[in-house]
């Protein structure tokens, strides 16, 4: 199993860019997955998440409204919007995939804990310059 992200770069505050995530090996159109970020010196942190269904989106506070979380479960691939950048959205970007069925929904938490991810892809670098 193989996540694949990209889509990262370098781009000015106020920009936006859309990282992608596909999956090869297996198929995750029934579980969740999800995107977490690590920045310079500081621990990795979750950033957005989304159930199998689509009908359930989650999002840290700092991001909601600028960064909006897809899937297209036929390509096996989610995608993470990012509008608005601001500097402090630097930070290696990494996409993860949840083994578990998602036929059963779980409390909020689980979805933002990355312990909860059991394949995770090789990060994509994002800048973002002031």
């Known amino acids: 199993v193989q996540l694949q992200a990209f889509g990262g770069g370098l781009v000015q505050a106020g920009g936006s860019l859309r990282l992608s995530c596909a999956a090869s090996?297996?198929?995750?159109?029934?579980?969740?997955m999800g995107w977490f970020r690590q920045a310079p010196g500081k621990e990795r942190e979750f950033v957005a998440a989304l159930r199998w269904s689509r009908d359930s989106t989650y999002y840290t506070d700092s991001v909601k409204g600028r960064f909006t979380i897809s899937r297209d479960n036929a390509k096996n691939t989610v995608y993470l919007q990012m509008n608005s950048l601001q500097p402090e959205d630097t930070a290696v970007y990494y996409c993860?995939?949840?083994?578990?069925?998602?036929?059963?929904?779980?409390?909020?938490?689980?979805?933002?804990?990355?312990?909860?991810?059991?394949?995770w892809g090789q990060g994509t670098e994002v800048t973002v310059s002031s």
């Open positions: 993860a995939a949840d083994a578990t069925d998602g036929i059963r929904r779980y409390a909020d938490s689980y979805y933002y804990s990355a312990r909860s991810y059991d394949f």
């Open positions: 090996g297996r198929t995750f159109s029934r579980n969740a």
